[in-house]
Structures are given as C-alpha cells and as structure tokens.
C-alpha cells in the first residue's frame, strides 16, 4: 500500500520560514519523480516543485523559486521542501505527490492530473 504523509506546516509570519517533510513508503522512491503542490479553497492545486530521478532534475514554479528548495534523502524515503521568506500568498494546503517517470519525462509531470499518488496535505499559514 502506497503512503504518503506530509509534516511540518504551521502559522509563521510573513518572511519567516517553513521546511515540510513528505515521507513515502510502499513504492520504489527512488525511482518516482515527487512533486509538492499547493491549493487554496476554490482554487486549482498547483505546482510548487518537482525533484526527478537524478540529483540535477528539479523544477519549479515561477511563484517559489529562489524561495524554495526542494530536495529528497533517498535513503529515509522522504521529501523535503525548504520555504524561506513566505508571504501571505503562499498560505495554502500543501501536498507531496509520485509519479513513475524516467529522466526523460519529469519536466511534463506539471499538473495535478499527472500524478498517481498523493498525500493528505499539510497546512500552510503565513500572516502578514
């Protein structure tokens, strides 16, 4: 059985910072491209980072990058993302994601729809 459980959202203040932590279990974690996403009530979830197979292939989203930092430790099974000088509008559910993918293809696993596995998401609060 596929898990995925997200962990270290809280309430901080506007410039202050966040690190979460996804922990996966049931699949080969090395070989699944993993992906932190973000939803607002009413809103689409949508992309903050993706970090592919090898070391090297991270993306992100225009809205978090040189913000935050998205990494794994292959052999604790966990993801990671580091969130620096958070604003208001960075307040919002986040979730990990997995998907298989091969070094080819991580750039096209964008949206929400591309990914098989999910968490249930971490709560993000940033007050200005």
């Known amino acids: 059985q596929v898990q995925l459980a997200e962990s270290g959202g809280g309430s901080v203040h506007a410039g202050g910072s966040l690190k979460l932590s996804c922990v996966v279990s049931g699949l080969p974690f090395a070989d699944y491209c993993l992906g932190w996403f973000r939803q607002v009530p009413g809103m689409e979830r949508e992309l903050g980072a993706i970090a592919g197979i090898d070391d090297d292939s991270i993306t992100y989203a225009d809205s978090v990058k040189g913000r935050f930092t998205i990494s794994k430790d292959n052999s604790r099974n966990t993801l990671f993302l580091q969130m620096n000088d958070l604003t208001p509008a960075d307040s919002a559910m986040y979730y990990c994601?997995?998907?298989?993918?091969?070094?080819?293809?991580?750039?096209?696993?964008?949206?929400?729809?591309?990914?098989?596995?999910w968490g249930q998401g971490t709560q993000v609060t940033v007050s200005s």
């Open positions: 994601a997995a998907e298989s993918c091969s070094p080819l293809n991580f750039r096209t696993l964008l949206n929400r729809d591309d990914y098989t596995f």
